[in-house]
């Protein structure tokens, strides 16, 4: 139990650590955006891209999860999996990307009224290359844990953006198209590179549908799909819903609030990311017990001590980082706290039922969700505006956390206290832990000559 939670530590810290770059790299992409854009200009661009992100969701039939599973399994050669998640996301970038493109024609007035439909046309391009990059190459570094390769490809895709956002501002000043641009480059490059990755590690690829696969990748998928729509409209349907009533110049103010918020999921993430393919590898449910309630103890802790910091610090960060214009965003953010604590617990939670095979349980705590958010949404925008959808997400959340719980807690038959209170053992862990990664680090500063040999004896 010790080793395999040891294995599992180091491969979530290692995706955390990545995801702390990337943390940090988001971070001036967002400011750069939000002040070079102001805030009109970020609500613009936010529901600009909001597009091709919504008809993802819709068009990636589950490939992710589903992927991920087999791979984790090893149940077929990677160069399979590479050639056939590559022709299927391609295809189906096209076919919806397509279909989205004419639904623009047709709705454009009524979701996306204040975002010029040129916008919303050229933004489809991302489509068939993020899902590429999502559900074919990075999935499948993924499934394979080569969380090394993965942690680089996602630092070289934040870095290009980031690069080519401030080349567009010096070349051609502050519009929204330009920034959609370089996010285009970066992923057609990133897509390049993945490609080239996972061939390399595969071996070759099998450019050809393989049937086999193709039927479990849509058995299983076809599970996962439903609860993936329902989980991305969880985290985005406030935007949707406040682009109707609301300018976007407050969409902007609330994308910041998102943004900053959700940066404290960056530890739920980095380990829900991990403990998938380890508990749909684990055949044990008695180890499972034990893990996976420790691993979201540990994570519930983090996040809140990390809300806690936020939220004194807010008007601050929001200043500091944004100016003074971006002060509204405040208020929002420390509505939004409360609920993304208890989410991330929730991912966990989620992440293990998924892995012992039940995403349908998931989606029915996400579909639950979701309607009670969008009633609650519907009846507090008009009246409260921003601050109403803040609302209406944190109830949601709070409601996914409640839920998650009840089901982890009956299917793993582990105690509430269990899964969610720290326990005693939990800090002699702590403590081996630290003092391992102490030691590591010791020998990581000698063996770079920064520190003196005696010193790691």
């Not at 969380?147 to 690069?163: C, H, K, Q």
Request: charged share 10%; hydrophobic share 55%; net charge positive.
């Amino acid at each position: 139990m010790f080793l395999k939670l040891k294995l599992f530590v180091k491969d979530t810290l290692m995706t955390l650590g990545t995801r702390v770059i990337v943390l940090a790299l988001n971070i001036f992409i967002s400011i750069a955006i939000a002040r070079g854009l102001g805030p009109e200009g970020k609500g613009i661009y936010t529901l600009t891209t909001l597009f091709p992100a919504l008809i993802f969701v819709f068009a990636n039939l589950g490939i992710g999860p589903a992927t991920i599973y087999y791979v984790a399994q090893q149940k077929y050669p990677l160069k399979i999996v590479l050639g056939t998640n590559t022709i299927l996301t391609l295809a189906l970038g096209v076919i919806f990307g397509l279909t989205a493109g004419i639904s623009a024609f047709a709705f454009q007035q009524s979701i996306f009224p204040e975002v010029p439909r040129t916008y919303l046309l050229i933004a489809l391009i991302l489509l068939p290359l993020d899902l590429f990059r999502q559900q074919a190459g990075g999935i499948i570094l993924l499934g394979a844990k080569r969380i090394r390769e993965l942690s680089l490809t996602s630092v070289i895709y934040d870095v290009l953006f980031l690069a080519l956002i401030l080349l567009t501002f010096k070349l051609a000043g502050t519009q929204v198209m330009g920034i959609v641009g370089a996010r285009i480059v970066s992923s057609i490059f990133i897509c390049v590179w993945t490609f080239i990755l996972v061939a390399r590690i595969a071996g070759g690829i099998e450019f050809r549908p393989h049937r086999a696969y193709l039927k479990d990748l849509f058995k299983y998928g076809s599970q996962a799909y439903l609860g993936n729509v329902i989980a991305f409209l969880n985290y985005r349907i406030e935007l949707l819903l406040l682009s109707m009533f609301m300018s976007a110049e407050t969409i902007g103010f609330y994308s910041i609030a998102v943004n900053l918020a959700e940066q404290l999921w960056l530890v739920s993430q980095s380990a829900a990311t991990m403990i998938f393919p380890v508990v749909s590898a684990e055949k044990d449910p008695e180890k499972l017990r034990a893990f996976t309630p420790l691993v979201n103890r540990s994570v519930t802790l983090i996040t809140t001590l990390g809300a806690l910091v936020l939220a004194l610090l807010s008007r601050v960060l929001v200043t500091l980082m944004y100016t003074d214009v971006y002060l509204p965003t405040v208020g929002l953010l420390r509505i939004l706290l409360v609920g993304i604590v208890l989410n991330s617990s929730a991912r966990i939670l989620a992440n293990d039922l998924a892995g012992r095979g039940k995403p349908m349980l998931n989606t029915l705590v996400g579909g639950i969700s979701l309607v009670i958010q969008v009633i609650l949404n519907l009846i507090l925008i008009p009246k409260f505006g921003a601050v109403g959808s803040a609302w209406s997400t944190t109830i949601a959340y709070a409601l996914i956390f409640v839920l998650q719980l009840v089901l982890y807690a009956r299917i793993a038959q582990v105690p509430f206290r269990q899964i969610i209170l720290p326990q005693k053992a939990d800090w002699q862990l702590y403590h081996q832990f630290a003092v391992i990664m102490l030691q590591w680090a010791r020998l990581k500063l000698v063996r770079l000559h920064i520190l003196p040999s005696n010193i790691a004896d």
